[in-house]
């Protein structure tokens, strides 16, 4: 069964608009929530990551909200740019016991100039 | 330069061929892992290892093989019973515990069957 589930799977939004890419797990030993940004033709990298003990974490424009009690997170762009159009991956992993990371099926956004 | 290199970037298998991609970590990583990507897909886990001599099965490890003789060195074999190659194969590295877990993900392998 899937681990982490990420909606949409796609998505567009138009240059300074905001985009909202949402992700929910069942597995409450998951204590580390990464998200990952996945250009064409290359690894993803490291974007922004949260630990449920706030609710939220905020990287210039990227925003990570966190809902223990809902076990969801979500990843905001503020003032989407072009630059952003990349495909997003969240993902799950418990800190403390070696566990593997569990990825969402990935969002692919296009910021439209 | 600390990372995680994959190569080649590029490879091409004929078919009831293996194949090998490698894949080296200089970060002291303890934990590796190999996943495939195919269009539009998400990432789906092939194989992990937690410490050198020690791997497990990921969701989808039929018609691969993997071996971590030594903790910098991953490599995935793809070998001829996998019927549908075809994808982009990502090596990853990470602390197996502890706060800085991140994942670090090479720049990839892109096999196609000719």
């Known amino acids: 069964q899937q681990q982490v589930k990420q909606s949409p799977q796609s998505l567009i939004v138009q240059k300074g608009g905001i985009s909202i890419i949402n992700c929910a797990y069942e597995?409450?030993?998951?204590?580390?929530f990464p998200w990952y940004q996945q250009f064409p033709g290359k690894g993803p990298a490291l974007l922004i990551a949260?630990?449920?003990?706030?609710s939220e974490k905020k990287e210039g424009r990227f925003t990570i909200s966190f809902n223990k009690s809902a076990k969801q997170f979500s990843l905001h762009i503020m003032d989407s740019q072009p630059g952003d159009s990349a495909t997003y991956f969240c993902a799950a992993k418990a800190l403390y016991n070696f566990n593997k990371f569990y990825f969402g099926s990935g969002t692919k956004l296009n910021v439209k100039p | 330069d600390g990372g995680i290199t994959q190569s080649p970037k590029y490879l091409f298998r004929k078919e009831g061929q293996n194949v090998t991609l490698s894949c080296e970590q200089n970060l002291n990583h303890d934990a590796m892992y190999w996943y495939r990507q195919d269009p539009g897909q998400g990432l789906r886990l092939i194989y992990y290892s937690q410490i050198v001599n020690d791997f497990q099965k990921g969701d989808i490890a039929e018609g691969y093989s993997v071996s971590r003789e030594k903790k910098e060195s991953f490599p995935l074999t793809v070998t001829s019973a996998q019927k549908n190659p075809t994808a982009f194969y990502l090596c990853?590295?990470?602390?197996?515990?502890?706060?800085?877990?991140?994942?670090?993900f090479g720049q990839g392998t892109r096999l196609t069957v000719v």
């Open positions: 990853a590295s990470s602390f197996d515990r502890g706060v800085n877990t991140e994942a670090f």
């Open positions: 949260i630990r449920p003990d706030v």
């Open positions: 597995n409450t030993a998951f204590d580390y």
